[in-house]
């Protein structure tokens, strides 16, 4: 079974301070994603990564950075935590069946900054 | 731009009867996937079920199978027999194929709960 394995399952924080989550997965997936999950929006990208030093934007990477510098492990970085970064952050590290490409989650870390 | 819409932020049915939860979508790329996700209050989002646009057949997976309307560009989720246990969260997700797009875009959710 693919596990994807996530530091915290809840942080709090405080405004302006770096902030660091991490997410590993055991499968030798080359694409890992990072989303964030607010009420009402759904999951929205953050970024992504197809192989080790590769990233790529989403859809909201404003206010982030990731880091990948092992192809087992992805990190989303917060640089300056602000309060509109309280969310329920999810790792999902990417592999492929017969027809399609499945992705696989982690258990989420709730972040809170105050 | 490709877009998934979920109608129905809330639904409430009782247990063993069946349930449609709806998902619409937008999309120029003649290749795309569909998929389903369910996420339980303990927040790992949990995959259900796929369908390909070019697939003939509607997918199925157990209790769960997909109501594959292509000309509707409609994807609803179809859970027979409904059980306490499929109380949760649950995501319609697209991705297109054709343009090497690996992005996964979700709706915003419905949330389920079956009733005793």
């Known amino acids: 079974d693919v596990k994807v394995t996530q530091s915290s399952r809840y942080l709090v924080k405080r405004t302006g301070e770096k902030v660091f989550l991490e997410c590993v997965q055991d499968m030798d997936h080359e694409n890992m994603f990072w989303y964030r999950q607010d009420p009402g929006l759904g999951l929205r990208l953050i970024y992504f990564?197809?192989?080790?030093?590769?990233?790529e934007k989403g859809d909201i990477p404003e206010g982030y950075s990731v880091s990948r510098e092992k192809k087992e492990r992805f990190s989303l970085i917060l640089e300056s935590a602000s309060t509109n970064q309280t969310s329920m952050y999810l790792c999902?590290?990417?592999?492929?069946?017969?027809?399609?490409?499945?992705?696989?989650f982690g258990p989420g870390t709730r972040l809170t900054v105050l | 731009a490709q877009k998934i819409t979920q109608t129905q932020p809330g639904m409430f049915v009782q247990e063993k009867e069946a349930v449609t939860l709806d998902c619409t979508y937008d999309?120029?790329?003649?290749?795309?996937?569909l998929f389903w996700y369910k996420q339980p209050s303990s927040g790992e989002m949990i995959f259900l079920i796929y369908?390909?646009?070019?697939?003939?057949q509607n997918a199925t997976e157990g209790r769960y199978s997909l109501n594959f309307q292509k000309a509707r560009k409609s994807a609803n989720l179809v859970i027979s027999a409904s059980q306490l246990g499929d109380s949760a969260m649950y995501f319609c997700?697209?991705?297109?194929?054709?343009?090497?797009?690996?992005?996964?875009?979700f709706g915003t959710g419905t949330r389920l709960t079956i009733i005793p």
């Open positions: 999902a590290s990417e592999g492929q069946t017969s027809s399609y490409n499945e992705q696989f």
């Open positions: 990564s197809y192989d080790v030093k590769m990233k």
């Open positions: 369908q390909g646009s070019y697939d003939q």
């Open positions: 997700a697209m991705r297109e194929l054709s343009f090497g797009n690996e992005k996964l875009t």
């Open positions: 999309t120029s790329d003649p290749s795309y996937g």
